[in-house]
């Protein structure tokens, strides 16, 4: 799928600022919990996936965290052999599924931020006194 989407969480600056108190570690630290929360997120999306022959539900994937500069991100979605056809099983929301629903991986997304600082810095917290 090529849609992306981001979030402005209250809260991750808090957690950013905290890191500091972790040294080197906290960027791995970050990695991790991020990762996790992508992982989560993507099992949450799973049941709402479209399902015909099963590629697209076969295709979710969290990808390693990448780490460039300050910045740490994780890319999660459904593509690869179901790419033609993710992004439009997404967005269309006059399809009727008989197994799975539009937004599959939009909405368990957003249902996600709410609670998403105290759970990376719970994350983060852990790893760091690893």
Do not use: C, W
């Not at 957003?110 to 790893?127: C, F, Q, V």
């Amino acid at each position: 799928m090529s849609k992306s989407y981001g979030a402005d969480v209250k809260g991750l600056a808090e957690i950013t600022r905290n890191l500091g108190l972790f040294g080197a570690g906290a960027k791995r630290a970050m990695a991790k919990a991020l990762y996790v929360e992508a992982e989560r997120i993507m099992a949450e999306s799973a049941p709402l996936v479209p399902v015909d022959f099963g590629v697209l539900k076969a295709s979710g994937h969290v990808q390693p965290p990448e780490m460039s500069g300050e910045r740490v991100s994780v890319t999660m979605g459904y593509g690869g052999p179901a790419e033609a056809y993710a992004l439009v099983q997404h967005e269309d929301l006059t399809f009727r599924h008989t197994v799975g629903q539009a937004k599959y991986l939009e909405q368990p997304f957003l249902k996600a931020i709410p609670g998403l600082p105290d759970r990376l810095a719970k994350t983060i917290s852990a790893e760091a006194m690893k």
